[in-house]
């Protein structure tokens, strides 16, 4: 069974960092691409950034380009997001998601989020 | 950047009725790169459908997912208890990926 499991989140105030990890478990890690999507206090999802299996390529959306780095540890199963700048609007939970296998890029699987708060 | 539109935004049916969700894309989505999710409140979402129309795994056959090039169309068929959800179809042929703001199905 897939599992991803979130962690690293929590409240931090405007300009601040925080990373944010995902472990991921049930799976052949290193074969498949992952990423982040986010969603908002009731709003909704929002796509944040997302790496190939082999870290070859990596994709951000513009709102976060800039200010997050996406990374992995394929020793370690884990997928990783530092955020940096963090403004009030990046408040979120943030959920790790799985893509299938090769370039599609939706996500077949996703973890339970982790909650992120920016404020002061 | 692609912009779906999900309507409509609250769809409020009784068990055993079919519901019909729309989701329109400002442009062509190329090679019906769609998906549909399922969010049920407190819960992360899950996959549907892909490629506009190809059931994810374990997914019942009431759901089906249409549609091409800027309109697709998610139906749910014979509704029960447990189908009350928010429902998001999502683009990823293009760059940046794209969701829709989400169609929430309540059973009366």
């Known amino acids: 069974e897939v599992q991803l499991l979130e962690s690293g989140g929590g409240l931090v105030q405007p300009g601040g960092s925080l990373r944010l990890s995902c472990e991921a478990s049930?799976?052949?890690?290193?074969?498949?691409?992952v990423g982040w999507v986010r969603q908002a206090p009731g709003k909704g999802l929002e796509w944040v950034s997302d790496?190939?299996?082999?870290?070859?390529?990596?994709y951000y959306s513009d709102s976060v380009k800039g200010r997050f780095t996406i990374s992995r540890d394929n020793s370690k199963s884990t997928l990783y997001l530092q955020m940096s700048s963090l403004r009030d609007e990046d408040t979120a939970i943030y959920y790790c998601a799985k893509r299938p296998v090769g370039l599609l890029r939706y996500f077949d699987s996703w973890g339970q989020g982790a909650l992120v708060i920016v404020s002061s | 950047e692609i912009v779906l539109t999900q309507s409509p935004a609250t769809l409020s049916l009784s068990p055993g009725e079919r519901a019909t969700l729309s989701c329109r894309a400002s442009?062509?989505?190329?090679?019906?790169?769609l998906a549909w999710y399922q969010q049920k409140p407190g819960q992360a979402p899950r996959l549907l459908i892909y490629a506009a129309a190809t059931r994810a795994t374990d997914i019942p056959d009431r759901f089906s997912g249409s549609g091409s090039e800027t309109d697709f169309t998610l139906t749910i068929t014979r509704l029960q208890p447990e189908d009350s959800a928010v429902y998001y179809c999502q683009q990823y042929g293009l760059s940046p990926l794209t969701f829709g703001g989400g169609t929430k199905v309540e059973i009366k």
């Open positions: 790496i190939s299996h082999d870290s070859d390529s990596m």
């Open positions: 442009q062509i989505v190329s090679t019906s790169y």
């Open positions: 049930g799976f052949t890690f290193k074969r498949y691409a």
